[in-house]
Every structure is written in structure tokens, then in C-alpha cells.
């Protein structure tokens, strides 16, 4: 007598795959999408041609601690820059030092803006 071999159950399928697709994707979406809005700073191009530099140097080195003027640290930058201009479109040229966060440079420039100077130019 011969027996037919036992039915086998069906399989259900995994889902641990499709699962591990699916968190694979919205990491990749998570990485590669924008999460804030970008703030752009407007600042003239020291290369446009347009704007020629006249009248005493106006070198702002920011540091991470100090803002020096021309070299010297000051304490009060628009104080000591005042006697250096003679109109608020003259060009100031900002540098960040070694170390200076990029927060520190653009805290001086709106400094600079509020002040009323326009025409500032950031160098490395």
C-alpha cells in the first residue's frame, strides 16, 4: 500500500525583507531631503570690477575671541571704524581667522549692516 506523501503547509512570505526596503528608503529620504530654510547674506564680489577700494585700509580680522581693525584689536568696531570712512558705500573688507565660527562672522556683518555701512566684502 502505498501513501501520498503529507500536503505540505504553504509558506506565508516574509515581510522582513520589504520592511528592511522600506526603512532603507526613508533614511535615504531623510538624508537627502531639507529640513530648514537657507538665509542667504548678500555681499558684493571683491572681483566684480564695479566697486574700486579707495581710501585708508578697512581690514576687519574676526577671531574667535577678538575683532581687530587694520590689525589692532578694538573693542567697539564702529566706533573705531568711523573716522575711516567717508561714506556708508565705502568697502569694508571682513576675514575670518583660524578658528572663527562662521555664527561670529555673520554676527559682525549685521553689526557692519545696522550701522548703516553697505558695501562690505568677505575674504578669506
Given at each position: 500500500?502505498?501513501?501520498?506523501?503529507?500536503?505540505?503547509?504553504?509558506?506565508?512570505?516574509?515581510?522582513?525583507?520589504?520592511?528592511?526596503?522600506?526603512?532603507?528608503l526613508l533614511?535615504?529620504?531623510?538624508?537627502?531631503?531639507?529640513?530648514?530654510?537657507?538665509?542667504?547674506?548678500?555681499?558684493?564680489?571683491?572681483?566684480s570690477g564695479?566697486?574700486?577700494?579707495?581710501?585708508?585700509?578697512?581690514?576687519?580680522?574676526?577671531?574667535?575671541?577678538?575683532?581687530?581693525?587694520?590689525?589692532?584689536?578694538?573693542?567697539?568696531?564702529?566706533?573705531?571704524?568711523?573716522?575711516?570712512?567717508?561714506?556708508?558705500?565705502?568697502?569694508?573688507?571682513?576675514?575670518?581667522?583660524?578658528?572663527?565660527?562662521?555664527?561670529?562672522?555673520?554676527?559682525?556683518?549685521?553689526?557692519?549692516?545696522?550701522?548703516?555701512?553697505?558695501?562690505?566684502?568677505?575674504?578669506?
Amino acid at each position: 500500500m502505498q501513501f501520498a506523501p503529507p500536503a505540505r503547509p504553504r509558506r506565508k512570505p516574509s515581510l522582513t525583507p520589504m520592511i528592511d526596503v522600506v526603512f532603507l528608503l526613508l533614511v535615504f529620504f531623510m538624508l537627502a531631503s531639507r529640513f530648514g530654510t537657507e538665509a542667504m547674506m548678500p555681499l558684493p564680489l571683491a572681483a566684480s570690477g564695479r566697486d574700486s577700494y579707495s581710501g585708508p585700509p578697512r581690514l576687519v580680522d574676526i577671531s574667535p575671541d577678538t575683532v581687530a581693525l587694520n590689525g589692532r584689536p578694538v573693542q567697539d568696531l564702529l566706533a573705531a571704524l568711523q573716522p575711516l570712512m567717508t561714506a556708508p558705500t565705502d568697502m569694508v573688507i571682513l576675514r575670518g581667522r583660524e578658528g572663527a565660527d562662521l555664527q561670529r562672522v555673520v554676527r559682525v556683518s549685521e553689526e557692519l549692516r545696522g550701522a548703516g555701512y553697505t558695501t562690505l566684502v568677505l575674504v578669506e
